[in-house]
């Protein structure tokens, strides 16, 4: 089916929608080339696009437009492509664009299109009435090429890390879904009760069969990924699709990691922490008695649905537990994303974490800020005995980072209030020893300079970490 990992992002749209700007941006963000097929093929032509027009007419300048955008597309490097507004009308382009790359409509409207567009050099956009004809005409080719709307930056880097958002997707699943093979359903069984028969019936035929994970952290291990590798009736072309929080994507992505050597999944997050955090990424495991998440597979997903509405039935304390990740991700990001209201604060946190990890996919390097607090927050979920709920511990590991940058804990204080635990600090200690992020031993922390400038691998005495890891447990 193909990981979005592989694909180009092809924008698409007509003469004004900025797909140039937009695309520039995108391709910043995920760490790919950006090629601008209009300046491509002005290069190429040795003169400009609209005095080719002039010396050789629209239907040649079609030609070596849809010759020029073939052959980009069969590139395998994975890039962020402009499209130029007519070369979606091209048989040749659409079936590449199908087979490689992921295709982003920029949806613009018309009346911005032809302010943006009037009196340059544009050969098509000189009479008003013939510029908006010709948008109707093109607007329904548009549509049926692309497989997602975007209006910014945001949808389309969601896009390229193969995310779909929208409230409302859930119905659609069995579309969203790529391929037309079998699916096997995972759900976490609070979810099941809930969402589970609105997700089999958008599945229609392809539901091969439903299962439920035990509830909680007990699903991510290794018994319970055990009696779901035995119990799925899967051949290589079928997909899993996971339906849950952190706790059900985790090892659903995982049990597609090695079953059969690996398989498609699509993970559907419905918890606030999953729809920002857990389920964008790629990063799939399961616990052991001795660390969480110690046994796992980079697996990216071939879909991510993100259907906000899906967390109108999420309990309080979950809620607040994604609002910890939430502030991560705004301190790193350097904007108070945590004042978004609810859907759009999901939209662009998933959209800074597609765009991390799409820069970091098997975490080499940068990927490794998505930690910030992470590293005091596991050691005093493992001191406490896992009792802690996750979203406590990093709230408390965040309030630990700051300080240690030197910057104000305001925001923490104010959105999580965190409260100090009660676990013993030499337990706690122990664990942040063995944290598996240590090199060699040494404790290396992710700080911020400031808010929007994350440093990764900071190494600290280790009397400076143990005296903040102290100021975050109750006497
Ligand atoms: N892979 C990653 O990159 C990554 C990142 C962050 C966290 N995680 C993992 O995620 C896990 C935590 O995930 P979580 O916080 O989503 O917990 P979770 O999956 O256990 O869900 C929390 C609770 O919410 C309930 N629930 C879920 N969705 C609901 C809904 N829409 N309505 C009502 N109830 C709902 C569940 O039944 C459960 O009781 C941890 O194991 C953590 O290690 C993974």
């Not at 955008?69 to 040749?92: E, I, K, N």
């Not at 009696?227 to 994507?249: E, K, M, Y």
Request: with cysteine.
């Amino acid at each position: 089916l193909g990981s979005p990992l592989e694909k180009h992002v092809a924008l698409i749209g007509f003469m004004g929608a900025g797909k140039s700007t937009v695309g520039a941006e995108v391709a910043k963000r995920i760490g790919r080339r950006f090629v601008d097929l209009d300046r491509e093929i002005e290069a190429a032509l040795n003169t400009s696009i609209a005095s080719y027009f002039v010396e050789a007419g629209e239907e040649a300048f079609r030609k070596r437009e849809a010759a020029a955008t073939v052959s980009v597309l069969r590139d395998p490097r994975p890039a962020v492509l402009a499209l130029g507004g007519g070369a979606v009308a091209s048989g040749a382009v659409r079936d590449e664009l199908a087979r490689r790359a992921v295709t982003v409509l920029l949806d613009v409207d018309p009346e911005v299109a032809w302010e943006r567009s009037q009196g340059g050099d544009r050969p098509l956009a000189r009479q008003r009435g013939a510029f908006f004809a010709l948008y109707d005409q093109r607007e329904p080719v548009y549509r049926n090429a692309a497989e997602v709307v975007a209006r910014d930056a945001d949808d389309a880097v969601l896009a390229a890390g193969g995310t779909w958002f929208g409230a409302g997707l859930l119905e659609r699943l069995g579309e969203l879904v790529p391929g037309d093979g079998a699916v096997a359903l995972v759900m976490d069984p609070q979810v099941a009760g809930i969402h589970g028969a609105d997700a089999q019936l958008a599945l229609g035929a392809r539901l091969a069969a439903a299962h439920e994970l035990p509830a909680g952290e007990t699903a991510k291990t290794v018994a319970a990924s055990e009696r779901l590798w035995s119990a799925l009736s899967l051949d290589r072309g079928g997909t899993i699709v996971a339906l849950g929080g952190g706790c059900t994507t985790d090892p659903a992505g995982f049990v597609a990691a090695t079953y059969m050597r690996g398989i498609p999944w699509v993970a559907v997050p419905t918890t606030l922490i999953g729809q920002v955090d857990a389920a964008i990424g790629g990063k799939t495991g399961i616990d052991l008695p001795r660390a969480k998440n110690h046994v796992g597979a980079f697996h990216w997903p071939v879909r991510t649905v993100i259907d906000p509405a899906l967390l109108q039935t999420l309990p309080e304390r979950e809620r607040k537990a994604g609002m910890a990740e939430v502030v991560k991700t705004g301190l790193l990001a350097g904007e108070p994303l945590w004042e978004l209201p609810e859907p759009e604060l999901v939209r662009r946190c998933a959209a800074f974490k597609t765009a991390v990890c799409l820069r970091d996919p098997h975490e080499h390097g940068e990927r490794r800020m998505l930690n910030l607090g992470h590293t005091f927050a596991h050691a005093l979920e493992a001191a406490g005995g896992y009792e802690l709920s996750h979203g406590e511990a990093v709230a408390l590991g965040l309030l630990a980072a700051l300080r240690l940058s030197g910057l104000s804990t305001d925001v923490v204080e104010e959105v999580l209030a965190p409260q100090p635990v009660r676990v013993s600090l030499e337990r706690a200690w122990a664990a942040l020893r063995l944290d598996k992020k240590f090199a060699a031993g040494r404790p290396r922390l992710v700080l911020l300079e400031e808010p929007g400038r994350p440093v990764v691998d900071v190494e600290l005495p280790d009397d400076a970490i143990r005296a903040e890891l102290d100021r975050l447990i109750a006497k």
